[in-house]
């Protein structure tokens, strides 16, 4: 399917049946999400907003991660049982991703009792066809990322992953054969250039993971039993990966015995996981491994996204630079906490945060850009038409230098959503606002209006302004949904459709507009910092 044509003006797209299925990493539920965490979520949905938008018929899976030792020492220091603790966090992480208004279709949750079941099914199956096997476990582990390492992996003799203490650990355990599967993974990674996106994590997965060798994975534990039982060998659970990775086919209707649910072939393979770049060697390795073992097939991509960073760190309650998303909603409204997100993290590099950043990115382009342009345009329709929608008669170059460069534009924000770039396609949509801007001060409609002689050409900037307005909004709908519910509210059309960008006839002439009103307001931001320091002196 092509949403716009590779070359030319954009063409119209066929209502599909085509299904995109999408799907995140599940939050791990040994504390509230921060602002890091969330950004995952909104990506993903950013992304399933936007096939939404262009015809598909998108299914988009999110969840929790609920079992591990970890988990139950957090239950333990909070005097609740297991799954008293894991049903409060799993609440509050729905909660986040409800209030940053994520569109998932299914919110999965690994304490599910089917779930459970199918994943001992697939222990059992993975157990007795040759590819787990049981022997003794004696290395060095890290509670906090439920991983183990060898020494050659520690970095200053801590965890190469979160910087902490490692402990060493001697326990029974099963193993699952990665080296079985090394080689057809290698393979597969080789034959799918777009496997593993970006470029540069496939990489690092072939080159330090794949190349040196895999160890065989442990995966089951004896020293706690907040997990999955084995069914076969009482005392032993079903270690985290198995357990957490399954639940992307146990909750689509996965069976064991190949009677898959009817829908299970619609919803599955994956067109894309959405994953942390610090776990993705787990989803790009041991998953596609898993799947092999399952004769399933695999995800089509694996989108390895970077990490947002507190200033120049990783946030850490260690180093009390945690961010949480309804904390800056509260601060910020949600669309401004979205666009900075996509806006400020780079398809392969790592973002940064900072309220000043924050604020001079909304004051810039949500306030100055956006917001400034809509109130303009609609107040100079109320102004010279009394907000009735005017008919464009007189067509000059500027005008097609303006929609020229609103159809080019549309053009590579299809490519870059097909690849997944959502700063850079964001960025093209503010380009459009910005173009619209530069185009009221090329045609100075307060000049024209004060000739009557000028009417049918002050009429074709306005329409021009009102369209490119619509247009713009009609893009930004998966990124910002409630900004693009006010721009069409105040411009008072239905027409939203991604078929109505094409022409650019979709404003209807002689509606009535609504009334001018702010989408966003200037912060002062010597304020909002005092604001912000006083909230955390309270806190």
């Known amino acids: 399917m092509k949403g716009l044509a590779a070359l030319g003006a954009p063409t119209k797209v066929k209502k599909m049946s085509k299904n995109f299925n999408i799907y995140t990493a599940i939050a791990y539920t040994s504390g509230k999400p921060h602002i890091g965490n969330t950004y995952e979520i909104v990506l993903a949905d950013t992304i399933a907003r936007y096939k939404r938008l262009v015809g598909y018929d998108v299914y988009f899976q999110t969840g929790t991660d609920e079992h591990g030792q970890k988990i139950a020492e957090k239950a333990a220091l909070n005097n609740k049982t297991n799954q008293e603790f894991v049903d409060e966090v799993s609440l509050e992480v729905k909660r986040i991703w409800d209030i940053m208004n994520t569109s998932y279709d299914k919110f999965v949750r690994t304490t599910n009792p089917t779930h459970k079941s199918k994943v001992s099914q697939i222990f059992e199956k993975l157990y007795k066809q040759g590819d787990i096997y049981k022997g003794v476990y004696e290395g060095l582990y890290c509670t906090p990322c439920e991983s183990f390492f060898s020494e050659s992996q520690l970095v200053d003799g801590k965890c190469p992953d979160c910087g902490r203490a490692v402990k060493s650990t001697k326990e029974d355990a099963y193993f699952f054969k990665l080296s079985n599967y090394a080689k057809k993974l290698e393979n597969h990674i080789n034959d799918n250039p777009d496997f593993i996106k970006p470029e540069s994590r496939k990489k690092e997965i072939i080159n330090n993971f794949i190349k040196p060798g895999l160890q065989d994975l442990c995966v089951s534990r004896t020293s706690f039993d907040w997990g999955v039982p084995v069914t076969f060998d009482e005392g032993h659970v079903v270690y985290v990966w198995i357990d957490a990775l399954s639940n992307y086919i146990t909750f689509i209707g996965y069976d064991i015995d190949g009677n898959h649910d009817s829908h299970f072939s619609k919803l599955w393979p994956a067109d894309v996981h959405i994953i942390g770049k610090d776990i993705l060697r787990f989803h790009v390795i041991y998953w596609p491994i898993m799947l092999m073992a399952l004769d399933l097939p695999l995800p089509k991509k694996i989108l390895g996204h970077p990490w947002l960073l507190s200033g120049q760190e990783k946030m850490s309650k260690s180093k009390g630079n945690i961010i949480y998303a309804d904390d800056l909603v509260e601060l910020f409204g949600v669309d401004p906490i979205r666009f900075y997100m996509l806006s400020q993290m780079s398809y392969a590099n790592d973002g940064i945060f900072t309220y000043e950043l924050l604020i001079d990115k909304i004051n810039a382009d949500l306030v100055n850009n956006l917001g400034n342009l809509l109130n303009r345009t609609i107040s100079m329709a109320h102004k010279y038409f009394n907000g009735i929608v005017p008919e464009p008669l007189i067509n000059e170059e500027i005008d097609n230098s303006l929609i020229n460069f609103v159809k080019n534009t549309q053009i590579q924000i299809d490519n870059k959503m097909n690849e997944y770039k959502t700063s850079e396609t964001i960025n093209l949509i503010f380009d459009i606002f910005d173009r619209a801007n530069k185009y009221i001060d090329e045609t100075t409609p307060w000049i024209l209006a004060k000739d009557e002689s000028n009417y049918n050409r002050l009429a074709s900037v ?59 307001l200037r912060i002062d931001k010597k304020i909002k910092l005092k604001e912000i320091e006083n909230k955390k002196k309270g806190s």
């Open 462 to 520: 306005i329409y021009n302004l009102l369209e490119t307005i619509r247009i713009g909004a009609v893009s930004l709908q998966p990124f910002l949904p409630e900004t693009s519910d006010k721009i069409f509210s105040q411009l008072n059309t239905s027409n939203k459709n991604y078929n109505s960008i094409v022409d650019f006839k979709g404003m209807e002439k002689g509606s009535k507009l609504n009334n001018p009103e702010p989408i966003f």
